[in-house]
């Protein structure tokens, strides 16, 4: 059974920081693709950023490139996302997932909100 707990959001001003946690069990961040992937209300689920280990590749939307860091620590089999330079645009709630083009297990979210 997978299990990805988030957390790490809250509230902070624009141009701030936040790093982002993603507990997982009953998989392993090391031997799979994961993903990070945000959702406004109304608005369809859009990917953030992948970590592929198989290939060693990260990937990121464009609207976070340069800011946001993917990266995971396989010893606390926990995947992280920093983000820096936050925007406004930046406010929803973002997943960790396994997986990144087809996501078959999800957290529950965790809040972030850019004022």
């Known amino acids: 059974h997978v299990q990805l707990v988030e957390s790490g959001g809250g509230s902070v001003q624009a141009g701030g920081s936040l790093r982002l946690s993603c507990v997982a069990s009953g998989v392993s961040v090391a031997a799979n693709c994961m993903g990070w992937f945000r959702q406004t209300p109304g608005e369809e689920r859009e990917g953030v950023a992948a970590?592929?280990?198989?290939?060693?590749?990260?990937y990121y939307a464009d609207s976070v490139k340069g800011r946001f860091t993917i990266s995971q620590d396989n010893a606390k089999n926990t995947l992280y996302l920093q983000m820096n330079s936050l925007k406004t645009e930046d406010t929803a709630v973002y997943y960790c997932a396994k997986g990144w083009v087809v996501a078959d297990s999800w957290g529950q979210g965790t809040q972030v909100t850019v004022s």
């Open positions: 970590i592929d280990p198989a290939y060693n590749r990260t």
